[in-house]
């Protein structure tokens, strides 16, 4: 079983990307032939800071490998180091109906949020973004896709854009199978929401000691005093968020107790920083490490990109030849 998952390098990543998918990622590594890549191309629909984009991509990188990721139990490289995925887009986008692309909620909601005047403003790549998503997974003869809610109806996409060329020209690519994630799909942010980059609420996952203390002790609570029992405590975001980092026994204790009463918001904040900053305290020091050496990680990333291109060749090829390309 090959499992395909792919990571924008759009800013530091944060405990909702952790959570939702991060590590549910690393954890396949014991389920089948694990590919992970870096989706520098796809960054290029909203990310135009060239060098941003280098330091995204190798941020990615250090923490994909402090968290976990095993480059001896996996395929690990940078979208771009594949150029055979570009190719493929292009014969995909041949087949795609305009129509299909249309529906796409990440077309959509952009348009819904852009006056009559300014739809033109819309680029092509996040017109065409489900294409070169098929062509990620296609590429690969990927059997399972790891994907949150929101990415669900593109890897429908990616099903179709396969079977309509497969009727086409003829058995030519692997039909995928979407896992769709679950647990930790919505991690809460600093204000309630999602936590997101866009909505400027997240927790880093490696962020400066002092500036991530300063985010999680100024987190809202209401007006009800410590000693004022608190029957909804399960919904409080302090709590919720300590039961993603403390230990189980930790996390009911002071859910327990907040529901009891006589417990301080203050107490229950300067709990969970205490409890992230252990939780990543390994990874933590392994980035340390990582960062310092620079030329390992980039050889890593060239070592995953030959590996895959072994794969993407063959794949390419078999897709040329099928439609009269060679």
């Known amino acids: 079983m090959r499992i395909l998952t792919g990571i924008q390098p759009s ?25 992970y890549f870096i989706a520098d191309y796809h ?47 292009w014969l995909l ?15 959509k909601d952009k348009v819904a949020k852009l006056g009559d005047g300014e739809i033109g403003s819309v680029n092509h790549g996040l017109f065409a973004y489900p294409v070169l998503m098929a062509a990620d997974i296609l590429l690969f003869d990927s059997n399972v896709v790891p994907v949150g809610k929101d990415q669900k109806q593109h890897l429908e996409v990616t099903r179709d854009i396969a079977g309509k060329f497969n009727q086409q020209y003829g058995q030519t690519f692997v039909i995928p199978e979407p896992r769709i994630r679950e647990e930790g799909a919505a991690v809460p942010g600093l204000d309630g929401q999602k936590m997101s980059k866009s909505y400027g609420n997240t927790i880093e996952l490696f962020g400066e000691e002092k500036a991530t203390r300063k985010k999680i002790m100024g987190i809202v609570m209401d007006s009800r005093t410590p000693a004022e029992p608190k029957p909804d405590a399960d919904k409080n975001l302090a709590i919720q968020l300590l039961k993603l980092v403390a230990p189980t026994e930790v996390a009911t204790d002071y859910e327990n107790r907040l529901r009891a009463g006589g417990l301080g918001y203050g107490d229950l904040k300067k709990t969970l920083f205490e409890n992230y900053w252990q939780h990543f305290a390994a990874a933590r020091a392994r980035r340390a490490e ?11 990333l060239r070592d995953g990109a030959e590996k895959a291109r072994a794969v993407a060749t063959k794949v390419l090829q078999r897709a040329k030849s099928a439609s009269g390309l060679g």
């Open 290 to 300: 990582l960062a310092a050496n620079q030329d390992y990680v980039r050889q890593i």
């Open 93 to 107: 986008s041949t087949v795609t109906p305009m129509g299909l692309l249309e529906r796409c909620h990440s077309f």
């Open 11 to 35: 800013g530091a990543l944060h405990l909702g990307n952790y959570f939702g998918a991060m590590r549910p990622a690393i954890e396949l590594q014991q389920q089948g032939e694990a590919f």
């Open 43 to 89: 960054s290029m629909t909203s990310l135009t800071d060239a060098k941003l984009r280098r330091q995204y991509t190798l941020d990615v990188a250090l923490d994909f490998l402090a968290c976990g990721l095993d480059p001896a139990r996996c395929v690990f490289w940078v979208q771009s180091d594949v150029p055979e995925v570009t190719e493929l887009a």
